[in-house]
């Protein structure tokens, strides 16, 4: 982008936004070639790391630049061939199970330009790859190249014609069976949500999903590896989509506005606190802190305030289990509160390295007994990690 050809009128509206920015996020930036240059790049490195959430331009990112977290591009100008399949390509960085493809909206008609860029840079056939496929296709069904794939209607109505719920799934088949046809579901559920037309049309109510989420959460807790730390490939035949159950999955803000519920129920509804444990339950983040949101529930009493109650009912119970699990395992103190402090501020507990040694009490490197206290320290600090993530 060629700032020096802007004519005054658009050098003036360009130094007004890059004025908003330097306000917003303490800069020094202007339409100067290397500032301007410098500005282009804190922008991409912004958007790129989620800083910024949305970009309105006009020419500027539209080429060039590469963030794999954006996923939507709004368009209200006529782009044709090169220039379109550029813009389009903002979109479709392939960033994790979730985000597989990008989503376009359109303000003007852009079909036949997009038909023939795509025909232009790839081949007749191209638009099948490039392009998703209408939304009756992937809720309905389709067949390509002689192959039936089944809709989401299909994969639903057989997930409740196969696995009630309420019915137990028993012996190896049936559970790989389940872990497959949910794992194709929310995939396509996955898929299906860009679409508006989704809305209303889930079948599946948000309760009977949580419960299936929640079997699924159970099978992968059954069934994965010891020691593997969540992987997801339990074995050549199943993968567990945890990356999509973590994206429909719910958070402690959901669960603290139904719990200020039940407290306004004068902890009376008890379908509220049913709705609690089904949307812990279905959440692989929450379910370790069941026991500490569940205690917490019991506290309730009038008088409670429950947002601020529960950050001080969090900060009490993390000291109280920190100093039991000191005591128990006779760590010291100081290194291991540092260590504690350290993995909450970087969002991962390190298992490995001089780090973990160093909060460890003396113990013989002969024998094995150092190794085995070692494994079940780590294991206990985990788990106070966990519980305590996202909390603190």
């Known amino acids: 982008f060629d700032n020096e050809r802007l004519d005054q ?79 389009f390509s903002r979109t479709n960085r392939i960033l994790n199970r979730v985000k597989t493809f990008g989503n376009i909206v359109c303000f ?16 007749k056939e191209a638009g099948g790859i490039v392009l998703l496929k209408t939304f009756e296709e992937y809720y ?38 389940f872990i497959k046809l949910f ?17 209303g049309r889930e079948i599946l109510s948000q309760r009977d999903l949580q419960d299936y989420q929640s079997r699924y959460i ?18 050549d035949d199943i993968i567990f989509e945890m990356e999509l159950i973590k994206q429909i999955e719910v958070n402690i803000d959901y669960i603290l506005m139904l719990v200020a519920q039940y407290h306004e129920s004068n902890c009376s509804n008890k379908e509220i606190l ?8 279905s959440s692989i983040e929450l379910r370790s802190k069941k026991e500490l949101i569940i ?54 507990l390190k298992t490995t390295g001089m780090d973990i040694d160093t909060i460890l009490p003396p113990l013989s490197r002969f024998g094995g007994r150092r190794e085995k206290t070692k494994e079940g320290i780590i294991a206990k600090l985990l788990a106070f990690f966990e519980k305590y993530l996202g909390l603190v």
């Open 9 to 87: 009128s658009a050098r003036d509206a360009l130094e007004a936004a890059i004025a908003d920015y330097n306000k917003m996020f303490k800069t020094n930036f202007d339409t100067s070639r290397d500032r301007f240059e410098n500005y282009y790049k804190d922008v991409a490195r912004r958007v790129k790391d989620r800083e910024v959430d949305m970009l309105i331009v006009v020419n500027m990112f539209l080429t060039g630049f590469d963030a794999t977290t954006l996923n939507t591009l709004w368009v209200d100008k006529n782009l044709r061939l090169h220039g379109l399949i550029q813009a």
């Open 108 to 123: 003007r008609y852009l079909k036949e330009a997009t038909d023939e860029a795509i025909a232009l840079f790839g081949d």
């Open 140 to 177: 309905d069904g389709y067949e390509d190249k002689g192959k039936k794939y089944p809709g989401y209607k299909a994969l639903v109505e057989e997930l409740q014609r196969e696995f009630p719920l309420g019915k137990a799934i028993v012996g190896e088949e049936k559970k790989k069976a």
């Open 183 to 199: 794992g194709a579901l929310l995939r396509q559920r996955n898929i299906l949500t860009a679409f508006d037309e989704f809305e």
């Open 218 to 235: 159970d099978l992968y807790q059954e069934l994965r590896p010891q020691g593997e730390g969540g992987k997801e490939n339990i074995n």
């Open 274 to 281: 049913a709705t609690i444990d089904k949307a812990i339950s």
């Open 295 to 348: 205690s917490f529930v019991d506290r309730i009493s009038a008088g409670t305030k429950v947002d601020e109650d529960w950050r001080k009912f969090v900060d009490e119970q993390k000291e109280t289990d920190l100093s039991a699990l000191i005591q128990e395992e006779e760590l010291k103190e100081e290194e291991t509160r540092s260590f504690v402090d350290n993995a909450f501020r970087d969002g991962f």
